[in-house]
C-alpha cells in the first residue's frame, strides 16, 4: 500500500496500537453474510516481504435463524490487500482429476508435495424426499496447474459423515488497485442441487526451499510509512453471489506493527 493512503489510517494507530479482530457484517432483506480475515504474525519488517499466514472466513446467515431458507451460494471472491504477495514457484502442481474423485486421505497420498493451506466448510444438503441435514467439511487447498496465465488453488471439501466430496477451484489474479490478489471461484455443477454453504474458512501457508533459498506462498511487509509504528489497513474484501441473483460484499481492516528498526 502507498504512503499515501496509508497517513489517515496510521494516525488512528497513534491512538490504538492493537485492535481485535471481528467480522464484518453485511444484510440485504434477511440473508446475512459475514467475513473476517486475519494475519499472521502481525509483526512484520516495514519493506522487505517476511513469510505470513492468511485466513479468511465467511458465513450465511439468516436473520430469523431458518437456515432453510437460504438462497445458494454460487460465487465468492476474496480480495486481499495488495501488499500480499503470493508466490509458487518450486511448488508442486496438483492436477483436478487427482483429488476429484478421491478421499481426503487419497487427496493427501496424490498430491501432498502441493498442499498450500487448510480449512472448513459447513452446508446444508437437500436431496430430494429427505429433511434438510447439515454436513461438516474438511478442506485442503492444494496448487493448482496456471491457465492462461492465472494461478489456480484447488480446494477439495471432503465430509466422512456421509461420505462425500466437491471441488472449488479458485482463480488467482493480481490486479491494479488496493487489493492486488483476487481469489474467486464458483460452486460446481454437480453441487448445484444440494450444496447449501453456510461457513468457510481457510488459511494459505507454506515455506519452502527453492534454488537454495527460503521462500514463503504467502509474505507481505507492514508499509507503514517512516517513522510511524504501524499501519491500519483495509486488509480483505469479500463478494458473495447467490443463485437468486442477491450480490453482498464486506470489507475487513486489520493492523500491523513495523518489526525491528
Same mark, same amino acid.
Given at each position: 500500500?502507498?504512503?499515501?493512503?496509508?497517513?489517515?489510517?496510521?494516525?488512528?494507530?497513534?491512538?490504538?496500537?492493537?485492535?481485535?479482530?471481528?467480522?464484518?457484517?453485511?444484510?440485504?432483506?434477511?440473508?446475512?453474510?459475514?467475513?473476517?480475515?486475519?494475519?499472521?504474525?502481525?509483526?512484520?519488517?516495514?519493506?522487505?516481504?517476511?513469510?505470513?499466514?492468511?485466513?479468511?472466513?465467511?458465513?450465511?446467515?439468516?436473520?430469523?435463524?431458518?437456515?432453510?431458507?437460504?438462497?445458494?451460494?454460487?460465487?465468492?471472491?476474496?480480495?486481499?490487500?495488495?501488499?500480499?504477495?503470493?508466490?509458487?514457484?518450486?511448488?508442486?502442481?496438483?492436477?483436478?482429476?487427482?483429488?476429484?474423485?478421491?478421499?481426503?486421505?487419497?487427496?493427501?497420498?496424490?498430491?501432498?508435495?502441493?498442499?498450500?493451506?487448510?480449512? =472448513?466448510?459447513?452446508?446444508?444438503?437437500?436431496?430430494?424426499?429427505?429433511?434438510?441435514?447439515?454436513?461438516?467439511?474438511?478442506?485442503?487447498?492444494?496448487?493448482?496447474?496456471?491457465?492462461?496465465?492465472?494461478?489456480?488453488?484447488?480446494?477439495?471439501?471432503?465430509?466422512?459423515?456421509?461420505?462425500?466430496?466437491?471441488?472449488?477451484?479458485?482463480?488467482?489474479?493480481?490486479?491494479?488497485?488496493?487489493?492486488?490478489?483476487?481469489?474467486?471461484?464458483?460452486?460446481?455443477?454437480?453441487?448445484?442441487?444440494?450444496?447449501?454453504?453456510? =461457513?468457510?474458512?481457510?488459511?494459505?501457508?507454506?515455506?519452502?526451499?527453492?534454488?537454495?533459498?527460503?521462500?514463503?506462498?504467502?509474505?507481505?511487509?507492514?508499509?507503514?510509512?517512516?517513522?510511524?509504528?504501524?499501519?491500519?489497513?483495509?486488509?480483505?474484501?469479500?463478494?458473495?453471489?447467490?443463485?437468486?441473483?442477491?450480490?453482498?460484499?464486506?470489507?475487513?481492516?486489520?493492523?500491523?506493527?513495523?518489526?525491528?528498526?
Amino acid at each position: 500500500m502507498r504512503a499515501r493512503h496509508l497517513i489517515p489510517l496510521v494516525a488512528a494507530l497513534a491512538l490504538c496500537t492493537a485492535l481485535p479482530a471481528r467480522a464484518e457484517l453485511s444484510q440485504q432483506g434477511s440473508l446475512i453474510v459475514g467475513f473476517d480475515g486475519t494475519l499472521s504474525p502481525t509483526a512484520l519488517p516495514r519493506t522487505d516481504p517476511a513469510p505470513v499466514s492468511v485466513r479468511v472466513a465467511g458465513d450465511i446467515k439468516d436473520s430469523a435463524g431458518n437456515p432453510d431458507s437460504l438462497p445458494q451460494l454460487r460465487r465468492i471472491s476474496v480480495a486481499i490487500n495488495r501488499a500480499g504477495r503470493l508466490f509458487d514457484k518450486g511448488i508442486p502442481v496438483c492436477e483436478l482429476t487427482s483429488i476429484q474423485p478421491a478421499t481426503e486421505r487419497e487427496a493427501r497420498e496424490r498430491c501432498g508435495g502441493a498442499i498450500v493451506g487448510d480449512g =472448513h466448510v459447513a452446508l446444508q444438503v437437500r436431496l430430494p424426499a429427505q429433511e434438510p441435514f447439515m454436513v461438516q467439511a474438511n478442506l485442503i487447498a492444494f496448487n493448482g496447474r496456471s491457465q492462461g496465465g492465472r494461478k489456480l488453488i484447488l480446494a477439495q471439501v471432503y465430509a466422512t459423515e456421509p461420505p462425500g466430496a466437491f471441488v472449488l477451484t479458485f482463480t488467482v489474479q493480481r490486479r491494479g488497485g488496493l487489493f492486488g490478489t483476487v481469489m474467486s471461484t464458483t460452486l460446481p455443477q454437480s453441487a448445484h442441487e444440494w450444496a447449501y454453504l453456510t =461457513h468457510f474458512d481457510m488459511t494459505l501457508h507454506r515455506v519452502y526451499r527453492y534454488r537454495g533459498e527460503r521462500r514463503s506462498y504467502i509474505s507481505a511487509a507492514c508499509a507503514a510509512p517512516a517513522g510511524f509504528p504501524g499501519a491500519l489497513f483495509p486488509f480483505a474484501k469479500a463478494t458473495y453471489g447467490f443463485d437468486n441473483g442477491q450480490r453482498l460484499t464486506t470489507t475487513v481492516v486489520r493492523s500491523c506493527r513495523v518489526r525491528g528498526k
